[in-house]
C-alpha cells in the first residue's frame, strides 16, 4: 500500500515502485537528485499503428497528446517530460534516450543539449539489427535506432570493465591469428595478444550483438514490437550504474528495464501510463512471464497460442504497485495503524509515531488541530462525545477554550462515512457549545473505487480427441458487471506442472483451454481502467462431463 512507500520514503528504506500514471505528473512528485540511471524509450514520432502498443485507454490518451500537432509538439511533449528527469537525476548520474530517425536529430539538438548541455554528450550509440525489408524500395532499408547517452555532470560513472567483450580473432590465410582493433586490425604478438584476450575489449559505440523485436528469444518475449532486448538493458545498466543503485525507467512498457535491473540487483522505479503494461510488468515481475500478446490487443477472440516464458524467478522482488484509484477493500480491511498514517498523510497532517488507543488522536495537521482516523462505515454519535474528550485533553483547556472563543476548528473525524447521529451530534456542539467538529469522509482525501464484481462462466464443453487422447475444450467467459475493464488476466490450472505459472492477458474477457480429466482451477482477474483489480476463481472437475464445484454447486453444463 502506498502509505507503506510513503513511510519507507521517509525511514530513508527504499521500496521498488511501479507506477501507473502519466509520468508527467508522477515525476513531479519525485525528489530531486534521487535516481542513478535513467533509461527511456518513449513512443516515438511515428504516428503509426505500432505506437499504440497496449490499446486501452491511458496509452491512447498518451497517443493523442503527442499526435495533436507536428514535431515540435511532439519535441513540447517530451521536453517538459526530460526537464523533469534532469531534476529527479543524481549529479553523478547518467540518461540514455531511446529513439530512431523520426526524431532523433531534434531530440538531440532541441532536447538533450539543451537539458544537459551539449559538453555532457557522452555517446550517440547505434543499435543496429535486421529484420525482412522490401526488396524493391528506393532506399536503404532502416535497421538501426539511436540511444543517446548524456551525463548530469562530468563526474559521471562507467564501468568499463563490467562490460568487454571478447576480441574478435581472425585467421588469416596463412594461418596467422590476429585480433581486430578499431577497424583497422593490429597482430599482435603472443603474449600480448593472451593479455588483451583476457581482458577483452570495450564495445563500440556500434551495437550488433542484440536481437531485435522479433528475435528476442522465447524465453524473454512478451510478444509486442517494440519490446527491447534484456541484454541491451543489461550493457546500459553495468556500464553506468552499481549494485543497490536506483534505475528509472519513465515509459517501462512491458518491464524490461526493471526485471534486468532486478537480475543486476539495483533497485528501481517504472511508470507507464497503461494499465495494460502495468499488469504485464507486474505479472513478469513476479516471475510469471506468460503473455498472450494478441489477445490484449484486440476484443474479439483470438486463437493465438500463450507465449511461455520463463525468464527468471525472482524470489524476493519486493515492490509496490501505485494505481490511479486506491482499493476500496485494500484500504478498509488493511491494518488500522498503517491505514490511520496515511490517510493522515495523505490529508496534509502528522501522524503519531506510536500507536494508541481507539479512542485516541490519531495525528494532527500543522496547525496541531488533532485528527482521528475511523477506517468504519456509519460512524455513530458516541465517537464524537469520545473524540471532544480526547481533543480536549490533547489540546489542554486553555487552547480548547481558545479554539472555541475564536470560533476556529478544534479537530477533526475522518471515515469512510457518517451516520446520521454523528452529523446531528456534529451540528448541536456548533450551535450551542461553539465546538467546531470537522466530519471528513476518506474519499474527500484519496481517490477511492470498488472492485468489480467478477463472475466466470463456461460457456462451451466440448470432448475432443487427438492423436488417439481425448480431452475437453472448455471456452470461460468472464464478466464484471457495469465496470469498465481495460484486461482480464486468467491462470488456468492446464495440468499441475504449469500451475501458477502462467497468466494469460485479454480484452474481450473469454479464453478456451484444453483438459483431461481430473480436478481443476480457473482464475480471472478484471482490472479497471482505475487499475483495481477484481478476482474469481472457478473450480471444476472432468469425469465423462464437466462439473463446476463450490460456488456454482450442483451446475452441470
Ligand atoms: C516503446 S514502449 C516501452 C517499451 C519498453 N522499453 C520495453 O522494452 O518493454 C513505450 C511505453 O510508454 C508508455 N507511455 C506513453 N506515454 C506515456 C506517458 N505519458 N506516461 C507514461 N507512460 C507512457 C506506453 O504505454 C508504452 O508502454
Known sequence: ???????????????????????LSQMKKM???????????????????????????????SFQDRFSGGVEHYIAWLKERVLEMHRILKPTGSIYLHCDYHADAYIRVNILDKIFGAENFRNHIIWCYSGPSNGNMKMFPKKHDSIFWYSKSKNYMFNNDKIRIPYKELHSDKGVKSIIFGSNGILQNESMRKEYIERGKLPFDWWDDFPSGGHISPKERIG?????????????????????????????????????????????????????????????????????????????????????????????????????????????????????????????????????????????YPDRTPIQVKRSEKIVRDVVDRFRTAVERDL????????????????????????????????????????????????????????????????????????????WRLEFSAHAGDSSI???????????????????????????????????????????????????????HVNGKVEVEEKKEGRKV
Open 486 to 540: 481495460e484486461l482480464f488476466q486468467w491462470e488456468v490450472d492446464v495440468d499441475e506442472k504449469s500451475s501458477g505459472e502462467r497468466v494469460l492477458n485479454d480484452r474481450g474477457g473469454i479464453y478456451s483451454f484444453d483438459f483431461s480429466e481430473g480436478e481443476h482451477k480457473v482464475c480471472v482477474k478484471a482490472i479497471t481502467s482505475d487499475g483495481i483489480t477484481g478476482e474469481e476463481v472457478l473450480k471444476f
Open 1 to 23: 500500500m502506498k502509505s507503506q512507500t510513503q513511510k519507507n520514503m521517509e525511514e530513508k528504506i527504499f521500496i521498488n515502485r511501479l507506477i501507473l500514471g502519466d509520468n
Open 396 to 471: 489542554g483547556k486553555v487552547e480548547f477554550q481558545k479554539c472555541i472563543e475564536e470560533k476556529r476548528r478544534c479537530g477533526t473525524i475522518i471515515a469512510f462515512s457518517f451516520g446520521k447521529g454523528i452529523i446531528e451530534e456534529v451540528a448541536r456542539l456548533k450551535n450551542q457549545d461553539g465546538i467546531i467538529i470537522d466530519l471528513k469522509r476518506v474519499d474527500e482525501i484519496v481517490s477511492i473505487a470498488k472492485r468489480p464484481n467478477v463472475s466466470i462462466n463456461i460457456e462451451k464443453a466440448e470432448k475432443m480427441e487427438k492423436g488417439g487422447k481425448s480431452f
Open 224 to 364: 509486442y514490437p517494440t519490446q527491447k532486448p534484456e541484454a541491451l538493458l543489461e550493457r546500459i545498466i553495468k556500464a553506468s550504474s552499481n549494485e543497490g543503485d536506483i534505475v528509472f525507467d519513465p515509459f517501462c512498457g512491458g518491464g524490461t528495464t526493471l526485471a534486468v535491473a532486478v537480475k543486476l540487483n539495483r533497485r528501481w522505479i517504472g511508470i507507464d501510463q497503461s494499465v495494460a503494461a502495468i499488469a504485464v510488468t507486474e505479472a513478469r515481475l513476479r516471475g510469471n512471464r506468460s503473455v498472450d500478446f494478441n489477445k490484449i490487443r484486440s476484443t474479439q477472440k483470438i486463437k493465438g497460442r500463450a507465449i511461455d516464458a520463463n525468464l527468471f524467478n525472482p524470489d524476493s522482488v519486493v515492490f509496490t504497485v501505485e494505481k490511479y484509484k486506491y482499493d476500496y477493500e485494500e484500504l478498509r480491511y488493511s491494518e488500522a495503524f498503517e491505514f490511520e498514517s496515511f490517510i493522515v498523510q495523505q490529508d496534509g497532517g502528522y501522524s503519531n509515531s506510536k500507536q494508541r488507543g481507539d479512542n485516541g488522536i490519531d495525528g494532527h
Open 31 to 61: 525528489e530531486s537528485e534521487s535516481v542513478d540511471l535513467i533509461y527511456l524509450d518513449p513512443p516515438f514520432f511515428s504516428n503509426r499503428n505500432y505506437e499504440v502498443i497496449w490499446g486501452d485507454e491511458g496509452e491512447v490518451r
